[in-house]
């Protein structure tokens, strides 16, 4: 049949589809097509939508019968499909019934208008795209949930919608039976993804794992995702084929886990690398440094001016947005915001300006709650943090693009605000490690990415390993050349850097 008229690409693109289709039949027959096993295949789509993945699927099953059977046949306890929209399912009815017409056959698709996270029957093999929603946005879908056996059972907070049909494809699969989902590739290392990670290592193995660094979806061209394959099997450790962007390799099971349960998908070069830094470093990032969020205001246009007010002067601090970060050093600040935290008393005039945002304002959760006055910051932070030495860090950057700031710096929360735990502590020993090609490298693999861009947030920054020496003369040798780094950046400089700190980690 021809794609243009099922309109495959609504949800998963066409070649996706089929391709995700190949790969869960091919782990269900594994070369035996009898018809034994094509009678006693059991296939389902928890979200099945309008059928983007249940189609090409009933098409390829038709073809199998007529080479295994020697004539096109179709059994209607071949596939099941879910989904709680019901104009999709009637669509995808009536798209069934052109197919099974198309090969002068007779028949349907078991398709239910239901929630697929609600289903007790057993599978052999089990496709999907699940629907991706955060919960922020969606508290009444994962109420839903949330209140079931199920739900309690896998909840996890800040966890994606999409984390609850992989966990229930583990407990409706038959023992041996496998899954092909296509989902974003961000709960591989998600601090949210830790019971579903747990689940999927306890319950069995990974096949196939393909990851992609941008969105197989020209729709959402924000996401970034992953196609993987897992069966439901007692094997104590089995291999998984990677196959990332720029390299294919294979690895046991186990070793894709690290020991915080997140799976790291990283040849055995690099794993080599990752252990000798583990060995190597001391101490890490979070034993030393404090990392803080910065501003949220609640209300930008109340707070933030893009031009000083000498109206304004006692209030105003200088504003700096992430893009103002480079490398050591940093942009001047094109705003300025009213600072206003617990601290601080109005005058008439501020009082009178921000009255015109009142209504906002008094709106935001804290002031309902009577944990801040009304005009004031939504969360101001410890003023500290802004004006003491401090390295900058951009919560996105597609590099290792860390500053350092020891006047006022006063930043939204999409910067990182990092100072050392104690005074002895070589604020530009840690800036010139995190600068580091050594850290981008161990960054690469063990932090958190979305798409191309690196996101360095506050756990897998304190997770990160660092070696601090005992000799001073070693602190001073890299601190010298990070002040050098931040009057004037050069490459000769930075290559002196890189190059200290891969002999560390060459040892």
């Not at 199998?64 to 004539?71: A, D, N, P, T, V």
């Amino acid at each position: 049949m021809v794609e243009k008229r099922y309109n495959y690409k609504v949800y998963t693109p066409s070649e996706i589809a089929k391709s995700i289709v190949k790969k869960g039949l091919d782990l269900y027959f594994q070369g035996e097509f009898t018809k034994e096993k094509l009678d006693n295949l059991k296939v389902c789509d928890l979200s099945c939508g309008n059928g983007n993945l249940l189609l090409p699927l009933l098409e390829e099953l038709i073809h199998f019968s007529k080479k295994i059977m020697g004539k096109y046949s179709y059994n209607h306890q071949w596939i099941t499909g879910y989904d709680i929209n019901k104009e999709a399912i009637n669509l995808t009815k009536l798209k069934i019934k052109e197919v099974l017409k198309y090969y002068n056959l007779d028949g349907e698709i078991n398709l239910i208008v239901g929630n697929g996270l609600l289903v007790e029957e057993k599978f052999n093999l089990i496709l999907g795209n699940p629907p991706y929603l955060g919960e922020k946005n969606n508290k009444e879908v994962f109420q839903k949930i949330k209140i079931t056996d199920f739900g309690m059972k896998y909840y996890e907070g800040k966890m994606d919608y999409f984390y609850f049909f992989i966990e229930k494809a583990v407990e409706l699969l038959e023992e041996g039976g496998s899954f092909v989902y296509l989902t974003t590739n961000y709960w591989l290392k998600a601090d949210s993804g830790k019971k579903l990670r747990s689940t999927l290592k306890e319950n069995g193995n990974f096949k196939e794992i393909i990851f992609y660094d941008n969105s197989l979806f020209t729709k959402a061209k924000g996401q970034h995702n992953i196609i993987f394959s897992w069966r439901k099997e007692n094997c104590v450790d089995d291999k998984i084929e990677i196959k990332l962007p720029d390299k294919e390799f294979t690895l046991h099971n186990k070793e894709i886990y690290d020991e915080n349960l997140k799976i790291i998908l990283a040849d055995n070069e690099t794993r080599e690398y990752n252990k000798r830094v583990l060995e190597i470093s001391n101490y890490k990032l979070g034993d030393l440094v404090n990392i803080n969020q910065g501003i949220v205001s609640g209300c930008d246009k109340a707070f933030v001016f893009d031009k000083y007010r000498e109206k304004f002067k006692d209030y105003l601090k200088p504003f700096y947005k992430n893009k103002d970060i480079g490398k050591y050093s940093n942009e001047k600040n094109s705003f300025w915001i009213l600072y206003l935290d617990k601290d601080i008393k109005l005058n008439k005039d501020l009082e009178e300006y921000l009255e015109e945002y009142y209504d906002e304002l008094s709106k935001r959760r804290e002031v309902i709650k009577g944990q801040i006055e009304w005009w004031q910051l939504q969360w101001s932070r410890d003023r500290k943090i802004f004006s003491e030495p401090k390295i900058l860090v951009r919560q996105r950057c597609k590099t290792n693009q860390f500053s350092y700031d020891e006047g006022e710096f006063f930043g939204s929360a999409d910067i990182y605000f990092i100072t050392t735990k104690r005074e002895n502590i070589n604020i530009f020993y840690i800036l010139g490690f995190m600068n580091s090609t050594s850290f981008l490298q161990w960054f690469k693999y063990n932090g958190k990415t979305k798409g191309k861009n690196y996101e360095f947030y506050s756990t897998p920054l304190k997770e990160t390993p660092i070696y601090y020496p005992e000799k001073e003369e070693d602190i001073v040798y890299i601190e010298n050349l990070v002040k050098k780094q931040i009057e004037k950046y050069t490459d000769e400089i930075q290559g002196k850097i890189d190059d200290y700190f891969i002999n560390i980690f060459s040892r």
